[in-house]
């Protein structure tokens, strides 16, 4: 991802939230047995990376991060693709960057 610009399926919300799009992908994920087209990330606060802090490992300490801020759980977070997952990393990346 270039530095300043969003890719077209990443958007960035008026309250500093991000909505992650999947309409583009043929295998869109499955919330609770339902396809969805979308997921929006708040944005992370203090408290939040402090929460995920003693958790070793970066991935799972990621994954659980993007699980709380997505407000789904660890276990769904998990069952995505990489590619799926990957636009998530993107758009926390974004907050962190």
Do not use: C, H
Request: charged share 30%; hydrophobic share 35%; aromatic share 6%.
């Amino acid at each position: 991802m270039s530095e300043g610009k969003l890719p077209e399926w990443l958007t960035e919300e008026d309250d500093g939230s991000m909505t992650v799009s999947f309409a583009d992908l043929k295998n869109k994920p499955k919330l609770d047995g339902t396809e969805v087209s979308s997921l929006t990330m708040r944005e992370p606060t203090v408290a939040d990376e402090l929460a995920i802090e003693k958790i070793k490992s970066i991935g799972e300490r990621e994954s659980q991060a993007i699980a709380n801020l997505t407000e789904q759980s660890p276990e769904t977070i998990r069952g995505l693709t990489m590619r799926q997952y990957g636009r998530l990393q993107d758009a926390y990346g974004v907050f962190l960057g």
